[in-house]
């Protein structure tokens, strides 16, 4: 379990293939700092198992489904990525209940600079449209955001100054690819009700 408040910006080291899988070397001095085998680390909001440490350095296995269902699959050497240790139970709650489970991936859509903040536009993939909701949460590569406006298309929400240059969001261009996982709650309630099959 997540919070969605971003600790540290890595760097993709090396993605070696294995068989239909890939194990990833991702530089973050500071989550490998305590970090050990079968710890979790998100990465890009994506909860990976650490396989092994070393100065500065974790590697993690990714399976061909996260590969396929997230954009980790587009990742290479040098590329940054946002990292989250698992919560503890002592840990402060800053963002909101996050799993590192993507239900989906959804690409920029538009940026619109404001003073101090900027408003990012993101597609929506349709079967994730009714889990969103204004003022509500939702994680974009594994920031904890509030959305400000959704459509059956598209959601928005605000960066601070912050977010724009501890995490990845700062950078993404119109057209690149962004992890999404809607708030848990809202999957449990629909199926509580009867109204979903997850």
Known sequence: MFTGIVEELGTVAEVVPVGESARFAIRGPLVTADAGHGDSISVNGVC?????????VFTCDVMRESLDRSSLGA??????????????LSSRLGGHLVQGHVDGVGTVVRREPGDDWELVRFTLPPQLARYVVEKGSITVDGVSLTVVDVTDEDFAVGLIPTTLKLTTLGAKDVGDPVNLE?????KYVEKLLGGGSR
Do not use: F, H, K
């Open 182 to 186: 809607v708030d848990v709650i809202a």
């Open 48 to 56: 990976l198992t650490v396989v092994d440490t070393a100065d500065g």
């Open 75 to 88: 990742l290479g050497p040098g590329d940054p990525v946002n990292l989250e240790r698992a919560a503890t």
